[in-house]
């Protein structure tokens, strides 16, 4: 098969060389004489699966001792209402950041649990930036503070981690980075919880992370159900249930590549020349394309933008897929177009759109 390059949002783009390990140990694992699919994930090989995967993490992200990483199921949409449980009691105050959609589903969810406090919203202004931290109106008395780091579907990204004191008190703060978890180094003692869903740039869809402060846990509100609470999947080192097996040795496989690749602070740099390059490539058209987010928080990870015709916009599509450059119709709610250039994206495939977008412009 010819080059082929893939921009979707996810499930997205792995590296090759995962895809290739996984294809060559997929019938005998490590001459263990079954596939990953088939262990037991109580048995000794599993067990150096899952052990390896976590610590593997936990050196890429330097993840202090005092916190738990968790291999959860359920996507990020659980975590929208597992943090209000296992975060707030009946009655109390939760401050959410708005950016954008999914920032709005989370806030949704946790109405059901909580009084939430919208502390700020890039509503009017079209959803296309973050707006200034000094203007957020916070709670005094918020359980804790949640925010989307990279908007996925609108293309906005966080340059700054909120602080996770006010007024004195430290407030733990909550952070939703399912679209650019490992893209850049991450300070983790600032957080409370960090989730993602595994489908961008961890590995296969099914599998959750969740890193969780330890004084967070055992904290969840009467009548959540076992599934949802943190504090049981800490307990039971992540296999309270049967976990999604394969997905976390995909996952452990990505960790892999990530160190031997120069792990997340050699990752930013790539990922800032990438974004860079089509970023660039979207100024210089003479406004046949266009981004709509303001440039500060343009995201790294999902650059969406319009054709300055609609009209041209399957013309765009096609072409795009005959040269093999795939998935790059925008999100239904948006349209345009979105490229998702995530860690396992090469350079190679963001130079070969840009050239496709200069060339189609000349010929448009
Ligand atoms: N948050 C963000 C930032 C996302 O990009 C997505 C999925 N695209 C979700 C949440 C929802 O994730 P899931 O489908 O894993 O529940």
Redesign the pocket.
Known sequence: MSQIYNFS??PAVLPREVLQTVQAELTDWHGSGMCVMEMSHRGKEFTQIIHEAEADLRKLLNVPANYRVLFLQ???????GMVPLNLSKEGDTADYVDTG??SR??IKEARRYANVNVVTSNEDRGSTYVPDEASWKRSANAAYLHY??????GGVEFPFVPASTFEGKDIPLVC????NILSRPLDIAKFGVIY?????NIGP?GL?LAIVREDLLGHARPGTPTMLDYQVHAAADSLYNTPPTFGIYVAGLVFKWLLANGGVAAMEARNIEKAALLYETISASNDFYRCPVEKAFRSRMNVPFFLHDDALNEAFLEGAQARGLLQLKGHRAVGGMRASIYNAMPFEGVKTLAEYMREFARSH
């Open positions: 949002s996810g359920g996507g990020a949409h659980f975590n929208f959609h999914w589903i989370a989307c780091s990279n908007e996925t579907i939703d980075m399912s679209s993602a869903g595994a489908q961008k869809s959750t």
